[in-house]
């Protein structure tokens, strides 16, 4: 039995404000684009994973969205890590392949998170990540869960605000090449600074912003055409959930997920011709870049500001401007850094597109508060 997978389809639906949308509505178009990429129809898919929708907290969303598309699939189920479901359900849909349980997976998530609560009911949401006992009861939220470990950082590495504020600049610059990205207009390091605090040392534009939108991957056990990649390398590391019961090197996850993948891809750093990783907040992919080796200790910031990490630099990263810029829909926005990656190598990404087309790319999404960690390699056929 061949231990070879394939993303054959990719679907993504603009990012941003969408006024009247739905969950069931924005995955079934996101699914639409997938089936429609792979060159498949609704009664090829035999497997069926779905990310959670907080705007749509069903206990048995897969069994919801089958019944709304349309599928009668062997295998279902929903799928929860953070922001790295999105990557974790990739996985998973790889297992199924390899082992025979469905020749092609349909992979989808997607809410009108923007849209579709209120301010509060989001806050309400985000201050659950926390301990229910220890750190709940404080009110604390993601982003000052985040600020500790951003203070911490800083701290440690003498890495500067100015500095992280680079990467925000670059991200936003990216997302300009992109039409469906949330936000596209153009900001520098000192609008950055000058941002309303959130939970210091973090600000507005050091966080993502809420987004509508969905994403969707067809997953096969072969390779349908040329546009087919396979999941070359993967890899999962789940260190913690609570800030409070964080080990001490925090991205010790990071550092372990990204050296399974690269093992298994039979791959090295240096092999990389394109970067996604998740930046829900300026720090996160700050820490993200050194923990896995694209960047020393303290110097993501500063590499970014040196071109290190441009369209035209030794790795280019989140062309698509990641969720700092492109946007953050929940599941849905870890998918899109995976999905860039595959316009990418497929050399589909229009102006975004690396010249020559990568024949490697590396992604890593994590969950939770530097909890959960998924790295994937990817790599172009032939």
Not at 59 to 81: D, I, K, R, T
Not at 100 to 105: E, L
Not at 107 to 133: C, F, I, Y
Not at 261 to 285: E, N, P, W
């Amino acid at each position: 039995m061949s231990d070879r997978s394939f993303i054959c389809g990719v679907g993504l639906t603009p990012f941003g404000r969408f006024e009247g949308s739905t969950p069931l509505g924005l995955m079934t178009a996101a699914a639409d684009a997938a089936l429609a990429d792979a060159g498949l129809e609704r009664n090829d898919i035999g497997g069926l994973i779905v990310g959670y929708a907080t705007t749509m907290p069903h206990l048995m969303l897969a069994n919801v969205f089958a019944e709304h598309y349309g599928l009668q699939p062997q295998h279902a189920h929903a799928a929860q890590a953070g922001g790295a479901t999105g990557a974790m359900m990739l996985v998973l849909a790889r297992h199924l392949a390899v082992a025979a349980a469905a020749d092609n997976i349909l992979v989808v998530a997607g809410e009108n998170r923007l849209t579709g609560q209120t301010r509060n009911d989001t806050v309400k949401t985000l201050a659950q990540v926390g301990h229910p006992t220890l750190e709940v009861p404080t009110g604390a939220t993601v982003p000052a869960y985040y600020a500790l470990l951003a203070a911490r950082y800083l701290h440690d590495t003498g890495c500067t605000e100015r500095d992280l504020a680079e990467l925000a600049v670059l991200m936003r610059r990216h997302a300009g090449a992109h039409p469906g990205a949330h936000l596209r207009a153009p900001i520098d390091v000192e609008t950055v600074l000058a941002s309303r605090p959130i939970a210091p040392p973090l600000k507005l534009l050091d966080c993502c912003p809420i987004s509508d939108g969905a994403a969707a991957f067809v997953v096969s056990r072969n390779a349908h055409s040329d546009r087919c990649l396979p999941i070359a390398g993967w890899g999962e590391a789940h260190t913690h959930q609570h800030i409070s019961s964080a080990p001490a090197d925090v991205t010790c996850g990071a550092r372990r997920a990204a050296g399974q993948a690269l093992a298994r891809a039979g791959r090295t750093i240096a092999d990389v011709g394109y970067l996604g990783i998740y930046d829900s907040f300026t720090a996160t992919v700050a820490m993200l870049l050194e923990s896995t080796g694209f960047a020393q200790p303290g110097r993501a910031g500063r590499n970014a500001a040196e071109g290190r990490f441009s369209q035209d630099g030794q790795y280019p990263l989140n062309l698509d401007g990641g969720v700092l810029s492109h946007g953050h829909c929940g599941v849905g926005g870890g998918m899109a850094v995976v999905a860039e990656a595959m316009a990418q190598l497929r050399g589909e990404a229009g102006a975004r597109q690396i010249f020559p087309a990568p024949r490697v790319a590396f992604t890593h999404v994590e969950g939770g508060v530097l909890s959960a960690h998924v790295s994937l390699v990817l790599e172009a056929l032939g």
